[in-house]
């Protein structure tokens, strides 16, 4: 695509004042490393705030998968069940542990993992299911849990991009034996850089919690139990978080907002939104439509782009790219994941977005379509 100056950015983060104030004051008082009371309180927090009983911070949410797929155990010879179309993070964290990726095509109306898909890919070597919350649509999980019960797999939420959603009145992060987040700049919270991994079983957050750390024991100076990491998150990382909390009712509801104004601009025109469910309740993290064609996608992006606005492409379906298409047996196998590839876009959806930027935005978008 050709390049343009950008006036409406794909996404900003809403840092308000308490963010600029909780990091004066780890400056001020000299705590900017992983030691110091932000980290506590932040991780304190985001239980609550989820309803979870535990959390440990990392330093991002790729760190945060490593971590959960090792405090589970999961290692060479296993296989792991995951969508291909997802953000490459999910399907490398898999690799990083030595275990093998088993890809599962996406439904075309949630765009999820498709759970009807799931079971013909179970083998004796599955360990679990990683089932990622695309956009902040909350997966089918009523489906997937019980597949995972009859099958006895472990379930691994990644909920990078659903921190907010709820599923059955619940948050999401609540249904997995194991639930990781993101906190990157372009999340619905963030900390700049930084992740969580969440659980209600004790034992399995200390394990995180002790390889985050460098598998140092807890009772032997410089002793080491394990090949730990250090994955920690840094007190000035938690001091965002912290104020973010704090605003993260406001930049759902103004992102709830937001897809609304979309919706009611746009809904008419040959396009589809992701389709949440009734039991749903999406963050709308991004914002997002299909196209009928990968034509029309390219051409609504380079409009939109010559005005100054910035979309994104959906990703590439991960057994796509060169890592992981030699472990696919049959690469037609994924049709519906290819096709919202080549289809699909986001919109500028952060919260600060006002009603007349989206009315621009659609406005543009009805002018393809209209002429
Ligand atoms: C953002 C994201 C991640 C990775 O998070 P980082 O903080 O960028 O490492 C993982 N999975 C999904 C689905 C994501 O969107």
């Known amino acids: 695509m050709k390049k343009s100056k950008i006036n409406i950015p794909i996404y900003q983060p809403l ?50 998968l490593h971590l959960a797929l090792k405090a589970l155990g999961i290692s060479e010879k ?17 690799s990083y542990v030595g275990a093998s990726p088993v890809f599962v095509d996406s439904d075309l109306k949630s765009w999820n993992i498709d759970p009807e898909l799931i079971e013909k890919k179970i083998t004796k070597k599955t360990k679990a299911i990683m089932v990622v919350h695309i956009y902040g649509n909350p997966c089918d999980m009523k489906k997937i849990m019980q597949i995972a019960k009859k099958h006895n797999l472990y379930i691994i939420e990644d909920v990078a991009e659903g921190f907010g959603s709820k599923y059955m009145n619940k948050f999401l992060g609540s249904f997995g034996d194991i639930s990781t987040f993101s906190f990157f700049g372009n999340k619905t919270i963030t900390t700049g850089e930084g992740g969580m991994v969440s659980s209600n079983s004790k034992k399995l957050i200390d394990r995180v919690e002790l390889l985050k750390n460098q598998a140092v024991s807890l009772s032997r100076e410089y002793w080491h139990t394990d090949i730990g990491f250090n994955y920690r998150m840094t007190n000035i990382a938690a001091a965002i ?15 709830r907002q937001i897809f609304k104004w979309y919706y009611a601009n746009l809904n008419e025109l040959p396009i589809n939104f992701q ?27 380079q409009l939109l782009l ?19 298409s030699g472990i696919v047996k049959y690469s037609n196998d994924f049709p519906n994941a290819t ?33």
């Not at 069940?81 to 898999?94: D, G, L």
């Not at 389709?275 to 992006?301: F, G, H, K, P, Q």
């Not at 010559?306 to 992981?324: C, D, L, Q, S, V």
């Not at 919202?340 to 621009?360: D, T």
Request: charged residues 20%.
């Open 15 to 64: 840092l308000d004042p308490a963010v600029r104030s909780n990091v004066i004051d780890c400056i001020d008082s000299g705590w900017i490393s992983s030691k110091g009371q932000y980290v506590k309180e932040f991780e304190a927090n985001f239980s609550s705030f989820l309803n979870i009983k535990y959390s440990t911070s990392v330093s991002n949410g790729t760190t945060a």
């Open 339 to 371: 096709s919202l590839s080549i289809r699909g876009m986001s919109l500028p959806s952060f919260p600060k977005l006002s009603f007349e930027e989206v009315f621009q935005i659609s406005k543009l978008i009805n002018s393809y379509f209209i002429k």
């Open 78 to 94: 296993d296989e792991v069940i995951v969508p291909t179309f997802t953000y490459i993070a999910s399907v490398n964290a898999i």
């Open 275 to 301: 389709l949440v469910c009734d039991e749903s309740y999406s963050s709308y993290w991004m914002i997002s439509i299909l196209l009928n064609t990968n034509e029309d996608r390219d051409a609504i992006r």
């Open 306 to 324: 010559n005005n100054g606005i910035e979309t994104r492409p959906f990703f590439y379906p991960a057994h796509t790219m060169k890592m992981y």
């Open 241 to 255: 978080g912290v104020a973010q909390l704090k605003s993260a009712d406001y930049i759902l509801k103004k992102k």
